[in-house]
Each structure stands twice: as C-alpha cells, then as structure tokens.
C-alpha cells in the first residue's frame, strides 16, 4: 500500500514552531516521522492568516486530486493567535470575518490568545467574532485554552469567550476589565450551563480581576470536575472570595497552587486564617506556595497557612516551595525556622523547591540543603523554575 504524503510548501515553516526552512521533500519526511515537529502554529497578524488559509485551501485542492494525500491539520495541536504587544485600541485582528479556520483543525488541542484588546467591540461585534471563530468547533475539543495580557470592555464578555471554548484546562495571565460591571449571565441559552474545567490557573492582574474569577468559578465551574487550583498573586484583600472557592470545591480539591502579592502594606496576615478554611478540602494532597518576594515579609503569610495544612490535613503529600533566592542568608531567618519545625512532624512523601532568583544553582543546592534537616533531603527536590514538566533537577 502505498504511504500517504503530507501535501505540504514552503509556506509551512513560516507558520509552525521550530521549523526551519528545509527542502519539502526533507519537511514533509521530518513531519510524517516525528509527530510533534508540526505541533503548534503562531498566527501574529491578518497575514499570518491569510497564508495559513491559503495553506489548508491549497491543500484540499490536492486531496481531491490525490485521495492519498495527508493534511499537515492531522499534526497541528496547538494555535497561538498573537495581537499587538501593547494594547492600543485598535479591533483585534482576529476580529475580521472568517479568517482564521479553527474548526478545519480538527486535532487542535491547544488554544493561545495572547496581547488581544476586546474593549471597543460593542455586544453584537463581539458575539459575532465568536460564533465567527468557534462556529465550526465542537464543544469539548479544546482541552487546554491560554489567555495572556487580553482586556475585556466587560466581565461578561470574557465570561462569553470561555463558554465558547469550554476548555478543561484554563490558564490566565494579566486579564483586565474595562468597566466594573456586576456579573451577569449574558450566554445565548443553548450553551452548556457549567463549564467542564478540571484544572485553573490565574496570575498577575489588577486588583479586582482575580477575585472576580474566583467569583465567577464558584458559578460556573462544576465541583465534581474541578480538581486543581492556582492563584499565584493574589492580593490579601481577596482571600475572602477565594476562600469561598476552596469551601464550594470542598473534598473535589486535590492540587492547589497560592501565593500572595507582596508589598510593604500586606495587610494582617489574620485574615488567612479567617477566610481560608480548609476542613472541607480532605482530598487535597499537593500544595505549590509561591512566595512573591526576597524579603522576610514576602513569607509572613505562610507559616499560618501551612501550620493549619499540615497540623489538620494528613492527606497533604506533596510541599512545593518556589521562592527568588539572592542569597544564602535569605533562609537563615525566624520564619524559616518555625516552619523547618512544622515539617519534622509531616507526614509528606515529596518536597519540591523550585529555583528561581540571582542565586546561581549550586549557590541553591547549598543553601536549601543546609536549611533542611537531613532527614528530609531523601523527600527533597530541587528543579529549574520554569522546568516543572520535565526539567533539569539540580537534586535527585
């Protein structure tokens, strides 16, 4: 039987990270072959679209001819739509009709908007772009949506946005609002009425922004389904709405992920105790704290956190400290040592210290190794920030 080829120009590598600019002879042998060399696309512009367009046009002219031929839409997993970096008023590219055929990508898994200003569309553009994008889309194929630097003129708009998409897995970055408006439920009728998410993350934004999507999470997001948690810069101000999140989660939270904004005005770290409760959490069994800061005051909030995990929850399995480290003596300190007591009496299975900061990586290994009791280095980690999925460990 006679292989199928991908149909596949010099067009393609313009499109798709990492590839360079080879023979199509030599691109297509690569691709049949290696299946993530032709994982991700990154659209940056109208004409970025246009060619990819042009692409998967030419390329149905192709199979008609040649039935045998394979489509380069059978690699593709990922779209990265790209806007402007600095977000500047103008209608989104991606705004134009029918440009961009996400539904002719029919093993797309990954979907990126990234640097994208949704704040002088009025509610008819808007929700015409959308049916526009995902009209060909079945619900449930995105698995994982990734949002960075996009501004909204309303929550609800955004709210909009992700019940089109329905992903599992949301990531968030640097969301805004333009207006406060309060929350209300502007979805056509025959979208789903919970989204199916089993895992979020949300970091960095405006003080608002993220205990409107706690808010909005509790609405939404289906308890059954909802197991992983992350918000990763959040200010003191809005542990009572996240806290309400982990009690609506209740016994479904196995991972969470927190840290807390850092700056000279923190606030008291009592409300941590007032507002996070974690009783109902009884599956949790990993725990991530980002410390945002070098200083000592960057870490005030965690021994209270931790003592309440540790002391209530014997499922907690699994502590992962990420901090930015400038220097040796940046352990060597009181808070430090009270929670170096409170894991002698842990029950934990893994300790994971993710590097990050000036300190160079054998600076770190000693510094964590001289913090750490000895009987918990067989348990301890240490990684690469950023390497979490596969990295360098520094310790095994």
């Not at 006679?2 to 990492?18: F, M, N, T, Y």
């Not at 309303?154 to 599992?168: I, R, T």
């Not at 927190?258 to 507002?275: A, C, L, N, T």
């Not at 009496?345 to 001289?370: D, F, M, N």
């Amino acid at each position: 039987m006679q292989a199928r080829q991908p149909a596949l120009d010099q067009r393609l590598p313009q499109l798709v990270i990492g590839l360079p600019n080879y023979d199509p002879n030599i691109l297509a042998y690569r691709i049949q072959n290696e299946p993530n060399f032709a994982y991700s696309v990154t659209l940056s512009s109208r004409d970025d679209a246009l060619r990819f367009a042009a692409l998967l046009n030419d390329e149905l002219e192709l199979i008609r001819v040649s039935p045998a031929t394979e489509s380069v839409t059978d690699y593709i997993q990922e779209l990265r739509l790209v806007g402007l970096e600095k977000l500047d008023g103008w209608l989104p590219w991606i705004s134009e009709p029918d440009l961009i055929p996400i539904g002719r990508l029919w093993n797309l898994r990954v979907l990126s908007f990234e640097n994208f200003d949704f704040c002088h569309m009025v509610d008819d553009l808007f929700y015409n772009m959308l049916r526009r994008l995902f009209s060909q889309v079945d619900d449930g194929k995105i698995e994982t949506f990734y949002m960075k630097q996009c501004r909204f003129s309303f929550f609800y708009h955004f709210d909009v946005l992700l019940f089109m998409v329905n992903p599992s897995m949301l990531y968030l970055d640097l969301i805004y609002w333009e207006y406060e408006d309060e929350y209300v439920f502007g979805r056509p009728t025959q979208m789903v009425t919970r989204l199916r998410l089993t895992s979020v993350e949300a970091s960095r934004g405006v003080r608002t922004s993220l205990s409107k999507i706690a808010a909005w999470l509790v609405r939404v997001g289906d308890k059954n389904l909802l197991t992983s948690l992350a918000f990763t810069d959040l200010p003191l101000e809005n542990v009572q709405v996240v806290g309400a999140a982990f009690k609506h989660l209740g016994s479904s939270l196995q991972e969470l992920k927190i840290g807390f904004k850092y700056d000279e005005q923190m606030g008291p770290v009592s409300e941590i105790r007032k507002h996070l409760d974690f009783s109902l959490n009884t599956s949790l069994h990993s725990l991530h704290l980002v410390i945002n800061g070098s200083q000592e005051l960057a870490l005030s909030w965690v021994p209270t956190l931790l003592s309440q995990l540790l002391t209530e929850h014997r499922t907690l399995k699994k502590l992962t400290f990420e901090i930015p480290l400038i220097s040796k003596r940046q352990l060597q300190n009181r808070t430090w040592g009270s929670l170096m007591e409170m894991l002698d009496y842990a029950q934990l299975s893994s300790i994971v210290w993710i590097h990050r900061g000036g300190l160079s990586p054998a600076e770190t290994q000693h510094a964590v190794l001289s913090r750490f009791h000895p009987t918990l280095h067989p348990l301890l980690r240490i990684k690469i920030a950023g390497a979490e999925h596969g990295g360098i460990d520094l310790l095994v």
